[in-house]
């Protein structure tokens, strides 16, 4: 069974609506699909609204939060978009997106790069604005050559657009979570480059917060990357999720759909969602 958790719409930097997200999720032969934008339901909302045959939709946010210094992401799946918590964080997450914004276009504007806000907020649409918007926005306008190298030189981690930035905590966040009744799982654990002993730490605190599970697949990765994902899940009592984190057609990224078996003797969120 093909299953996909993690997946990005033009409600915030994915490239497809949800419609055409649906439609490459169905022609792909994938069972059940969670839109999980950053910190917006709005895609998924009209996701669920289209309702194509074959196709279990399961209603994801990915939320951005601190933890240890560093911005952690947490899905959550299946969650009750009516949730009073949950609400109120994505209106506040939406509200510190934008102040954001402004920050990270002041920084590209001192770098040479002339209506970075308008910019990104073009191709954002109606969507909050996050870093690929001023990425692709560079590229558009000529003042970088990719997206990658606008990451490495002004966007990424360290560099002048990286502003600190006042996400929630990651307790605060996996417990809006539960409170939506929604399954938290910790996303892309090895993408923070943390250390065995911080990634270690980092997984003890999401549990004690009330986390269930860990993406042990995110993407294109390493078969060694799984397993050793597979292991940390198994030593934590954690459950695994699964998932493209597609964005958009690209080479060097994964399509929609994993399948299940990847998940091996360890227990998956599915398990528990349908
Ligand atoms: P934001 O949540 O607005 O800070 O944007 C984070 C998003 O930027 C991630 O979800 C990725 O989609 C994208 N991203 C982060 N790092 C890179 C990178 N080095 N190259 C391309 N995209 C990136
Ligand atoms: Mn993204
Ligand atoms: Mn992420
Ligand atoms: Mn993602």
């Known amino acids: 069974m093909l299953i996909d958790f993690h997946t990005h719409t033009t409600a915030s930097d994915g490239a497809l609506t949800p419609a055409q997200l649906l439609s490459r999720a169905a022609d792909r032969g994938v069972e059940v699909l969670a839109l999980t934008d950053h910190d917006t339901l709005s895609g998924w909302q009209v996701a669920q609204s289209l309702q194509r045959d074959g196709i279990t939709i399961v209603c994801g946010v ?15 799946l299946n969650v009750n978009a009516n949730s009073k918590a949950l609400v109120d964080m994505l209106d506040h997450l939406q509200r510190i997106r934008r102040d954001r914004a402004v920050k990270i276009a002041a920084k590209l504007e001192q770098l040479g ?37 606008a990451f490495d030189k002004w966007l990424g981690n360290g560099k002048p657009g990286d502003i600190k930035t006042p996400w929630p905590s990651l307790a605060d966040s996996v417990a809006v979570i539960v409170a939506a009744g929604g399954v938290p799982v910790l996303a892309h654990p090895l993408k923070y480059r943390f250390s065995r002993t911080k990634l270690r730490a980092l997984c003890d605190a999401f549990s004690i917060a ?17 397993v050793e994902l597979r292991r940390l899940a198994k030593e934590k009592k954690l459950s695994v999720s699964l998932g493209s984190d597609f964005h958009r057609e690209w080479a060097h990224g994964a399509d929609l759909g994993v399948d299940v078996s990847v998940a091996g003797d360890v227990s998956g969120v599915w398990e528990t969602i349908l």
């Not at 951005?64 to 959550?76: D, F, K, L, N, Y």
């Not at 986390?211 to 078969?223: F, M």
């Open 62 to 76: 990915e939320l951005s939060c601190q933890w240890g210094g560093a911005t952690i992401h947490v899905v959550g």
């Open 210 to 226: 009330g986390g269930a599970a860990i993406e042990i697949v995110n993407g294109r990765q390493s078969d060694s990357e799984i």
């Open 113 to 149: 790069a002339q209506g970075a806000l308008d910019g990104a907020q073009a191709l954002a649409g109606e969507a909050a604005i996050c870093r690929p918007h001023f990425a692709h926005w560079l590229v558009s306008e000529g003042y970088m050559p990719t997206v990658s190298r």
